[in-house]
């Protein structure tokens, strides 16, 4: 295979594209970051061709991760809200909010970054992330709410901008005064505005975005300095307070001022403590520690901002915890030294009745215009452009069906058109709500929503010990995710019960309402929850001991062996009712006469099939299949493996061997079983069983020589489980008799008392609770057969104590026609087993299920056939029934 290229390359030798072609290789392999995505597995280069996937990840750390992250942490909190914060909550409480809140986002990254060095990360960000660990169902209700977050997020940070700009060029703009109108309309004028330069950019592409942001960069850092500067220049200022707060501008056209002290250890000392005041932008509502963290969080909620370009990250790998550790950082002491910076030179009534203060008080007041417009808007473009991201990953996962089809047919080149049109229309509607501190609250409760399902992934991932979790980033450990999984559900309802409240009831009823309907159900991404429930399973296992078993607590654990899987169905089903919450396992055995090491495995594929047909028959099932010589074989490998730890089937159930016609219950039009996905190659229908009458009982001999309950089940084909059907029955049987040797105690021993509770646990289910237990005796006690001298009153009396004690609701019914039977059985045996048949079929035009006392099967080969003559024709033409034989004790009459 790799002869002709190299051939083919070598004549190529000294041409001036292959020379070229060399030194694009070597560039790209000594590139750092490429060599890193190369090896990851993330994007890939072809000997000779690039993939196209190589070409549409373009961006590098710092345009595509820190620059973005940066930007969407400054927004308009750092240039719009710190007087509002400082002013209200004082120093302390800032900084123990801003410790509060890093402290959960710092976390958080490390749940990002544990996750994002974990394997290849694709487009989508936070949502690839979260739905690849959780699974489709939780991942996409996570993903769906944390697209509308960065849609929230988008419209909150064009309000700040809109306001940024009317406080500064507006009707009493600090800057220029009548510039521009003002006005709850003429503000959704201006944002409409920037929502389109948005759109437009995003339309451009990805990289179009990153030279945006790192420019915007630039110019915020420039602006931010300018402020620091200024917080040590200036010396005392009467700072004027915008006409925009009509609280002190209340019907009077006079200008307000309040005092800019510069560096003053007594303004420091007064602005230590918190002192809540009014917020002039919401009518004058109180504003409260609940409102302050919801402003504080939700500007520094960006951290996925640069998570949200993973699609277009050369290496996701490295960029995603560099960049947005580093982003982290310098938000956090720029932000600390603002806060000090404030409250050691600015009064708190100026923090409180100016939110822009910082342009009062700049020794180049425009540059705080320009640092807050360019950070809100880059805040905003950020977010809606990683909300385009989202919906396109969301799309093409087929999460909502044919729903998002559009979405990935409309991208040209790389760049999702549709989903970025879809987004700016969202925001739009968004931009309706108005006041910014209203979009806030909403804001951090949906991106703290997200922050929880990340950081839940990877504690589950960690919980679970799953050994293919190994994060190349070393600062993750389970402790950093339980604290910010906790710190994010306490900060949510801290921020508004009722957002968060009804945020997790949202995603609940998306997360069922996938699980149900969604098409990437089935998705093979897999899911933590599987790592979970395996890790609980296996530690309840062990704890689950055999050697504690008590009779009070009994209950079937049940092994079915079924040889025609399509013959079958309503015994299937019907044992499913049987099992009563226990261990319920379908065995098969694949028969081979000529099985050999050098074979393969005839039972190789078709497991798939098995589980397949126990998710269409809605059966709480396990399946085993096994290859064996003969079925006698298969099922001894099945009754010894079967099951785990304390879990093992105590009762083997067999259908019963008999010459008539099978039923195809998945093929047959009138069958409730119907499944067309079922072809005539899966599971062909087995007309005839190598099985012999011998065999058979001889394998019923093997059941109850190791110790296990045993019932053969005949004539199920008739069992029909609709509730018509149902409704036309009115009891269930039991014949608590040994037709082959009657006794005295039959109605009393281990195996009468199995079938018993067989029959209550049946009788508990929903369906057959309507029908009535009924307990068919037989009242000719004082023939030879049965040595005692009681009358049938005393007989019945003591079984009816026997069920009261046992709190089993049954009838007895006293069979009159048994004379005749035991006449019968002193003339001809065959006689007798037709009179015995004769005599339950006469019972049996309102019975829905019969079940019937099964004696051990003779020790003497010799008697073997005729054990088995005698069952079929006991059972001939009966309806549903069940020869049970128990030989344990399973029923309890102490507390």
Known sequence: MLAPEVGSTNNEIGSGSHSSFIRKISGIFNRDEETSRINSGVGYVEFGTFSEESTTRTLGTFAGVFSPVTLSMFSALIFLRMGYIVGNAGLLVTLTQFLIAYAILVSTVMSVCAISTNGAVEGGGAYFMISRTLGPEFGGSIGTLFFFANIVSSALYISGCVEGIIENFGP??????????????????????????????????????????????????????????????????????????????????????????????????????????????????????????GVLFSGVTGIMAGANM????????????????????????????????????????????????????????????????????????????????VLEALAKDKIFGPILNFVPRGTWKGNPVAAVVVSAVLVQFILLIGSLNIIAQLNSVLFLLSYLATNMACLGLELAGAPNFRPTFMFFTWYTALFAFLGTIVMMFVISPIYA???????????????????????????????????????????????????????????????????????????????????????????????NDRNPDPILGQLAHWLTLIDHLKVKAFVELTAAKTVREGLRHLMRLSGMGAMKPNTVIFGFLDDEEQHDFLQSVDSSYLNHDFENDVFPLKTQSNLQPREYVLMMRDVLRMNKNLCLCRNFVKLKKDNRSVRSKRYIDVWPVNFLNPGEQDCFDTISLFMMQLACIVNMVPLWKKLKLRLCICDETRTSYFAFNSSTQSHSEKLETLLKNLRIEAELFHVEAWRNVIEANGI????????????????????????????????????????????????????????????????????
Request: glycine share 6%; proline share 5%.
């Open 172 to 293: 009493s703009g600090s800057l220029v005064t009548d510039m521009i109108p003002g006005g709850r309309w003429h503000g959704f004028l201006y944002g409409s505005i920037l929502n389109v330069m948005n759109l437009l950019i995003c339309l451009i592409g990805a990289s179009m975005f990153a030279k945006t942001a790192v420019f915007i960069l630039i110019i915020v850092c420039s602006c931010l300095s300018i402020t620091i500067f200024s917080f040590f220049y200036e010396g005392f200022l009467e700072v004027p307070i915008p006409n925009s707060n009509k609280i002190l501008h209340n019907n009077t056209d006079l200008d307000i001022y309040r005092n800019y002290t510069g560096l003053s250890q007594i303004t420091f000392k007064n602005n230590l403590l918190p002192g809540y005041g009014v917020d002039y932008t919401s009518t004058g509502e109180l504003v409260t520690f609940a409102t302050v963290f």
């Open 501 to 595: 409240a009804c945020s997790i009831l949202l995603c609940l009823i998306l997360v069922v309402g996938l699980h149900l309907y969604s098409p990437s159900k089935e998705a093979q991404w897999g899911s933590i929850s599987q790592a979970l429930m395996f890790h609980q399973v296996r530690k309840y296992l062990l704890l689950l001991d055999s050697r504690k078993d008590h009779v009070k607590f009994w209950r079937p654990q049940v092994l079915l062996l079924v040889n025609s899987p399509r013959s079958c169905c309503p015994l299937i089903d019907f044992i499913n009712d049987l099992k009563k919450g226990g261990l319920y396992v379908i065995g098969h055995v694949e028969t081979d006469e000529d099985i």
């Open 828 to 895: 001809e045996k065959e006689l007798y087993a037709k009179s015995v048949n004769d005599l339950i079929l006469q019972q049996t035009s309102e019975t829905a299920v019969t079940f019937i006392y099964l004696p051990s099967p003779p020790l003497d080969d010799d008697k073997l056939i005729s054990f088995y003559n005698n069952l079929e024709i006991f059972s001939r033409n009966l309806p549903p029934t069940i020869f049970v034989h128990g030989v344990n004790t399973v029923t309890s009459t102490t507390l």
């Open 310 to 389: 993973s699609g277009e990250l050369k290496n996701p790998a490295k960029s995603i915890p560099k960049g947005t550790l580093s982003a982290v950082g310098f938000t956090f002491i720029v932000y600390i030294l603002i806060s000090l910076l404030t409250s050691a030179t600015c009064t708190r009534e100026l923090l409180q009745n100016d939110y822009i203060y910082m342009a009062g008080v700049s020794a180049f007041p425009p540059s705080v215009a320009i640092g807050l417009i360019t950070a809100t808007w880059s805040a905003a473009l950020s977010n809606v452009i990683g909300a385009s991201r």
